[in-house]
């Protein structure tokens, strides 16, 4: 099982899941061109997308997902909140509504073999999550969009080998920055984005589960470097003690490197 991001950050966020012959998008908040584009440079193509996993409704995560779903029809599974919330969004369109698929987070479902949890986040949308994918081998997760995490987050994905954490923002640059105060309180809040160090927090939380590859995910563009985000999360977790994982950053207009198991 292999997992990378397509694109992440303040402009859109799909990524892309694979194992054996399944292919999985993971959001789809970029345009289906991009997402057709960044398959192909994996060597890959969006006519092997058996499925869609959506996060929440939030544009950045579904902007391409009408246009995608017209081209090609494959099962979208949401939960009925984000499914409200998306089928009333003026960027779906006119899409075949049987192509969705209502799922309830905390419980598990297996598509093609793949047994897939979607465990609730907070964050502000109508019911948002994120997903743990699970083989024999191990398992992977997409674990972006929360204001915060706690026990239940860590014991729903302990023992996850890789995955994509957000770190949205390095704090100081949020509060020095442009955004309105509102705003700032909006994303520094419990149903906002995780900062650089609370990224390393919950690195360093599911550590005891063998979590060895890393790709940082949702850098805000704005309110955050690459680079500042890769050194904050190093040292973070290096002054903790811990055995660094394999660290990656994603980027927002070109795919990442791949974590695999």
């Keep these: 099982m292999k997992l990378c991001s397509l694109a992440s950050g303040s402009r ?6 694979t194992h054996e012959d399944r292919h999985f998008l993971i959001d ?19 006519d092997k997308i058996n499925a869609i996993l959506i ?14 779903l017209r081209k090609y ?11 409200e919330a998306v089928r009333k969004s003026s960027c779906l369109g006119r899409v075949d509504e049987g192509l969705f698929t209502v799922i309830e987070s905390g419980t598990d479902f297996e598509i093609a073999g793949i047994c897939i949890r979607a465990i609730a986040t907070d964050h502000d949308a109508a019911e948002p999550v ?29 023992g996850i080998r890789g995955g994509i954490i957000e770190a949205n923002h390095d704090i100081r640059m949020l509060e020095m920055g442009p955004y309105p105060y509102a705003l700032k309180l909006r994303i520094l809040g419990k149903n906002g984005h995780l900062s650089n160090e609370a990224c390393a927090g919950l690195i360093h939380a599911l550590d005891a589960g063998g979590l060895s590859q890393v790709i940082l995910g949702h850098l805000s563009m704005e309110n955050n470097l690459p680079d500042i985000a890769y050194e904050t999360v190093k040292q973070e977790l290096q002054a903790e003690g811990d055995v660094l994982p394999e660290i990656h950053v994603a980027g927002q207009y070109a795919h990442s490197a791949w974590i695999s198991i």
């Design 12 to 17: 859109g966020n799909a990524a892309y899941l």
């Design 28 to 46: 789809a908040g970029i345009s289906k061109k991009n997402i057709e584009t960044q398959l192909e440079q994996l060597e890959s193509s969006a």
């Design 55 to 68: 996060t929440h409704e939030h544009i950045d995560h579904i902007r391409g997902l009408g246009a995608f």
């Design 73 to 83: 029809p494959v099962p979208v599974y949401l939960t009925a909140g984000t499914w």
């Design 130 to 158: 994120a997903y743990r994918f699970s083989t024999a081998e191990g398992a992977l997760a997409v674990i972006t969009d929360l204001g915060t995490y706690d026990e239940h987050t860590i014991q729903a994905f302990r």
